[in-house]
């Protein structure tokens, strides 16, 4: 049923007080159901990834062909490439004219959202009326800001030279998006980041209805991609009128440092229950400060060798960081977890998978704790965890660790999407294998 044209819409605009329009439940949405998908307008794969994923279904992929006149776009297969030609065709020549350079993703992106209005049916410049309406927050910003996005600005005008020499005459915008500097200050402010199964993050996209949804740092919904369709998904029951919200960015940090972020980049003060109460905060903050200072100062370095994917000289520092006074820390420390969770990949990556396990199941108690709604960090988290286990031949403890990541992303990405599929083929191999080796037993 879900989708159908039939069905009665589950979200209307209105105006949230205090904060503008916003998007509220039209009727009662339970737990876990599916709220509503949308499309991209517009979207491009971000330049950190352009060779390993197609530029059309947002697919990773080992092999892909690649276009042979920019040289940057790539597709898995013939069938994309040729689907993907109506919005690269005006891209490609732009992207052309710049070479060696490559614009930033955000110039990209905006470039993307003009060619496919010029391409398109009156249904997306309708959408686009949602953009149009946005404040472009330019009066607020920092002269520093302003200075950024001017040049970012400049480069998209000559980026568009090639197609659409005078924006201002693009009339297939609407007049608050012609000019190139409110146009790109629209876009990093609406776009979203679009993820993967595992939340990397592999893209940048625009979708006009759903950038109405304000931000809470307990949101009652989450968004979770299926290639680049957008699923928003309830996580708590919400009631008819009740606003419907998502988080803008990671929930797992200090208010402090939500509230900064949120204002830097989205031009508010977030007043959310959360933020306002300084929820969990404390427990953060566990453990004596002269102990849990140098974790946090390492913080930087070592996201920079993750960075570089300098996997061993990672994870050697985390272990000298999580030994001595680092390992006196309660694992609720935010600074601590983060090492910890950086641990874990680079064990992955190391193929430690015994170390990975340790620092997995560390993290997951802390998870449990700091992710009282379900949420698609936690399900993955566990997913990675149960791989681990099962891999290492922990049958029992794969299969209670599968199911409790079911329990979370049943709701959180539904159990049509494919890494649920993936999930419940998981729990199904344990499954046999606990049968076969109770029956050799016997
Ligand atoms: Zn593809
Ligand atoms: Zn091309
Ligand atoms: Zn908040």
């Keep these: 049923m879900e989708g159908k044209l039939t069905m009665a819409p589950r979200l ?24 509503t998908t949308a499309e991209p307008l517009a979207c491009c794969v971000s330049n950190k990834l352009a060779r390993d994923v197609c530029h059309q279904c947002f697919t990773r992929c080992g092999t ?8 940057m776009a790539r597709y898995c297969n013939v069938s994309c490439q040729k689907q993907a030609w109506a919005g690269h065709k005006r891209e490609c020549k732009c992207l052309r004219s710049l070479l060696p350079r490559v614009p930033t993703d955000s110039v990209r992106l905006a470039a993307r959202l003009i060619f496919a209005l010029f391409s398109s049916s009156k249904s997306s410049s309708a959408e686009l009326y949602s953009l149009d309406e946005h404040e472009s927050h330019l009066n607020s910003m920092s002269e520093q800001k302003k200075q950024g996005l001017s040049q970012l600005a400049s480069m998209l005008e000559l980026y568009l030279q090639p197609e659409v020499p005078d924006p201002t ?8 998006c012609q000019e190139a500097l409110s146009l790109i200050a629209k876009v ?16 940048v996209g625009l979708y006009p209805s759903l950038s109405l949804l304000n931000h809470d740092c307990r949101p009652n919904c989450v968004m979770v991609f299926e290639g680049t369709k957008l699923q928003l998904r309830a996580v708590r029951d919400v009631n ?28 508010f003060t977030c007043h959310c229950q959360r933020c306002d109460s300084h929820d969990k905060d404390g427990l953060m903050l566990s453990g004596e400060e002269s102990t849990w200072r140098p974790l946090k100062e390492a913080l930087p370095r070592l996201e920079a060798l993750k960075a570089e994917s300098n996997w061993q000289v990672l994870l050697e520092s985390c272990n000298q960081l999580l030994s001595g006074d680092g390992g006196t820390v309660p694992i609720e420390n935010l600074y601590k977890l983060r090492i910890l969770d ?21 993290t997951l108690k802390v998870y449990r704790r ?20 099962h891999y290492l031949e922990h049958i029992e403890d794969a299969l209670n660790t599968f199911r409790e990541a079911y329990k979370i992303m049943k709701l959180t990405h539904g159990d049509d999407h494919p890494l649920t599929i993936d999930l419940t083929m998981k729990m199904e191999e344990c499954r046999s294998e606990m049968d076969k080796q109770s029956f050799s037993r016997q």
């Design 12 to 35: 209307e605009r209105f105006v949230s007080p205090g904060k503008g329009n916003g998007l509220r439940a039209a009727a009662r949405i339970r737990r876990g159901e599916l709220v």
């Design 64 to 71: 892909l062909l690649r276009c042979s006149q920019c040289k």
């Design 169 to 176: 005459q693009a009339s297939v915008l609407p007049p608050s």
């Design 188 to 203: 990093t402010c609406n776009c979203f980041t679009i993820s993967d199964g595992e939340l990397q993050e592999i893209g």
């Design 240 to 267: 008819p009128e009740e606003e419907l919200t998502i988080s803008y960015i990671e929930t797992l940090s200090l208010t402090e440092d939500r509230r900064r972020q949120l204002e830097d980049q989205y031009h």
């Design 342 to 362: 950086m641990a874990l990949d680079a064990s992955i990556h190391l193929e430690q998978w015994d170390k990975a396990l340790i620092y997995g199941v560390e």
């Design 370 to 389: 700091f992710y009282p709604d379900p949420h698609p960090v936690h399900g993955i988290q566990l997913m990675r965890v149960g791989k681990l286990q």
